[in-house]
């Protein structure tokens, strides 16, 4: 059962627009969200996060927005880059602790183009 | 600060093989990840160490895969025999503690034909 999907698999944007990442999820459980990017060759890195207590993280260009009653989150680029263009990855936390594990969605492939 | 280093970075085996990764964590890292991630897919929690302990290791397909983390630094990975559903890449991650704050290194893509 995958319980944190991301249903777009790709998404192209103009550079200067807004880009919009969607993550859904179906654990009422999950505590922690977070949102990764990775370039080809590499590995994931972390880009912002939210917990379940807070609807709403910003960090420069990224803005994460977390709606507990429909079990979504997204990730907003405001203005987006060329540089922006990776894959995105949402995560949620399960458990507690250091006893506690990420589950992943699928993925979304994010194009900016110049 | 180094980062989690993996090696080797590409891998390509024939079915039934065996093959072995290894990884280096953040000097200090307590806590390591092994994942897998199919292509077209997320990364998936294969085994967790918190120093030479296993946390969880619920998805790890112990007939074929197995892991090891001595003297509660490096750690490596190891699946005999391949099957050609295990091609994927294999991210070693780590962190002091909390999963939420684990860094990750640049992953093995392995083939298996």
């Known amino acids: 059962d995958q319980q944190v999907k991301q249903n777009s698999p790709s998404l192209s944007v103009q550079e200067g627009r807004i880009s919009i990442l969607n993550c859904d999820y179906t654990?009422?459980?999950?505590?922690?969200f977070l949102w990764y990017k990775k370039y080809p060759a590499e590995g994931p890195t972390f880009l912002i996060s939210?917990?379940?207590?807070?609807d709403k993280n910003e960090d420069g260009r990224f803005t994460v927005f977390l709606n507990k009653s429909a079990k979504h989150l997204s990730l907003h680029i405001v203005p987006s880059q060329p540089g922006d263009s990776a894959v995105y990855f949402c995560a949620a936390k399960a458990g507690a602790g250091n006893t506690g594990k990420l589950i992943f969605g699928q993925g979304t492939t994010l194009q900016v183009k110049p | 600060e180094a980062g989690v280093a993996q090696s080797p970075r590409y891998k390509i085996i024939e079915k039934r093989q065996s093959v072995a990764f290894w990884c280096n964590p953040i000097s200090g890292h307590a806590t390591l990840y092994w994942y897998q991630q199919i292509l077209g897919q997320g990364p998936k929690l294969l085994i967790q160490?918190?120093?030479?302990?296993?946390?969880?290791d619920s998805q790890l397909p112990k007939d074929r895969f197995s892991a090891e983390r001595l003297k509660g630094v490096d750690s490596t990975l190891k699946i005999q025999p391949a099957k050609l559903e295990d091609s994927a890449v294999y991210l070693c991650a780590s962190s002091y503690g909390l999963p939420t704050e684990a860094f990750f290194g640049q992953g093995t893509r392995l083939t298996v034909v």
């Open positions: 654990n009422s459980m999950f505590d922690y």
């Open positions: 939210i917990s379940s207590i807070k």
């Open positions: 160490f918190q120093n030479n302990g296993v946390v969880d």
